[in-house]
T-cell receptor
């Protein structure tokens, strides 16, 4: 029973390039969350999605960041024109329900911007 | 004031000790309480999940919630070197999408 899958595990981008992070939720889970963990900081919520819908994007930076969870395929977190401050670990979590907060995390994608 | 406060440690204990990890939260609307364990450069692993005041036990782990004091704890009995990790408390509000708010995490080291 596969857990949450994320790829790539490590991603290096130069300033100004685009980063695309992918997340496949656990089987049977239709709720996907993205979190960011900056060095010396805790995990911070970014966005909550269900299939074809963004439910809560209150934690997303206003510019350059976008997320989607299409009907088919993985959820994508997209960062355009990356800057060094975007270097962080990005975690995806999935849940069987969007209510109680029981979430299971993937291994993360570590983004390094050079 | 942060919504969830957690002492970052580090906390170092000898093998076999009982470990107590704590968090406080500020918003009485939080109804769900979780503890995650995160090994270095890995994703957080859900350890305990509860929504009521009182104790919940799972093997060597006990989660304790005191809603009147807005205080949550995780106890680890007979600690092992393999328990060395960062422990994160998290809270959420029912019916608000399940967004988790995390504490900063406590780094635990269990010495053989």
């Amino acid at each position: 029973n596969a857990g949450v899958m994320q790829n790539p595990r490590h991603l290096v981008r130069r300033r100004g390039q685009e980063a695309r992070l992918r997340c496949s939720p656990m089987k049977g889970h239709s709720h996907v969350y993205w979190y960011r963990q900056l060095p010396e900081e805790g995990l911070k919520f970014m966005v909550y999605l269900q299939k074809e819908n963004i439910i809560d994007e209150s934690g997303m930076p206003k510019e350059r960041f976008s997320a989607e969870f299409p009907k088919e395929g993985p959820s994508i977190l997209r960062i355009q024109q990356v800057v060094r401050g975007d270097s962080a670990a990005y975690f995806c979590a999935s849940s069987p329900s969007g209510m109680e907060g029981e979430q299971y995390f993937g291994p993360g994608t570590r983004l390094t911007v050079t | 004031q942060k919504e969830v406060e957690q002492d970052p440690g580090p906390l170092s204990v000898p093998e076999g000790a009982i470990v107590s990890l704590n968090c406080t939260y500020s918003n009485s609307a939080f109804q769900y309480f979780m503890w995650y364990r995160q090994y270095s450069r890995k994703g957080p692993e859900l350890l305990m999940y509860t929504y009521s005041s009182g104790n919940k036990e799972d093997g060597r782990f006990t989660a304790q919630v005191d809603k009147s004091s807005k205080y949550i704890s995780l106890f680890i009995r007979d600690s092992q070197p393999s328990d060395s990790a960062t422990y994160l408390c998290a809270v959420s509000i029912y019916n608000q999408g399940g967004k988790l708010i995390f504490g900063q995490g406590t780094e635990l080291s269990v010495k053989p």
